[in-house]
């Protein structure tokens, strides 16, 4: 079996490639290795495939908001399903650069459900957000919220594709689940993450700028609990039965948080990577930055009712593993 993975070079598509390639299944992963962050990162997440995988992992470097490139691309490829992860990310970004949230987020999605539709994929597993749920003031945030007040353009956007997802659901009977993550972290991270930008300047003895005047919460969840969630709904695609999906959809979509279900003070994250890195941060405190939400916090009861999900890691231990990482990825 062959899963195409978009952003097979992004944080979340590189351990879900690894995941499923360690079942003994390949991947077909494309990503258009754009240099929002550094691009030596995502070659070395591909090398680092390629060398623990070798023929079961295939890399191939394309845009997929370039609807002709992408057809041509795959056009003799054969893969079943489809776990759709590439994306122009960063809340912060979706402001300085809206048009670039535009080609990948929307046309991208677009593409990349023409390509479902025609192939007749068994399932399309997307990546939504929990950004989505904007200034919802009622925690946890739960599926059947009302979603239609969104911060940034980048959760306008992730609340776009749930609905042109929604619409092929219907139209089309395509097989497809949204998936809401919620701050996600851990080994090979993003390095515009917050996780990522304090561990380096603690390393470095420069001072962090801790937003909201660190009075936020955030559900912090761990990379792997976040790959389980994936593969859980990559086996179970959404029966076309008519009844009531996760998220309200009669057809067959489903939407679901993933989260850790526990939401976490940014000075207690703070307090675990010092303790980490073995020295105390000189921190700055700064005023929430525009598109920022103050905080998160998933209900994550639908998944774990539909497929079992539970994640198991806390920050106490997904943290300290991420600094081992970095110290070993960096030669520290």
Known sequence: MTTL??????????????????????????????????????????????????????????DFADAAA??????????????????????????????AYVQSNLVGHLNVMEIARHRGSRHLVYASSSSVYGGNETLPF??????????????????????MSETYAHLYRLPQTGLRFFTVYGPWGRPDMAMWLFTKAIFAGEPIKVFGEGNMRRDFTYVDDIVTGVVACLDNPPPDDGAPKAGGSKAPHRLYNIGNNNSEELTRMIALIEQACGREAEKVLMPMQAGDVRDTYADISAIQRDLGFQPTTKIDVGIPRFVEWYRAYHGL
């Not at 599926?143 to 609340?159: C, G, I, N």
């Open 5 to 62: 993975i978009t952003g097979a070079a992004g944080f979340i598509g590189f351990h879900v490639a690894r995941r499923l390639m360690a079942r003994g299944e390949r991947v077909l992963g494309i990503d258009n290795l754009n240099d929002y962050y550094s691009v030596r990162l995502k070659r070395d997440r591909i090398a680092s495939q390629q060398k623990e995988f070798g023929e079961r992992f295939r890399f191939v470097e394309v």
């Open 70 to 99: 992408l057809s041509a691309t795959l056009a003799s490829e054969e893969f079943d399903g489809i776990v759709h992860l590439g994306a122009q990310a960063g809340v912060r970004y979706s402001i300085e650069n809206p048009g």
């Open 142 to 163: 739960r599926v059947e919220d009302r979603v239609d007040h969104p911060l940034s353009l980048y959760a306008a956007t992730k609340k776009a594709d749930e609905l």
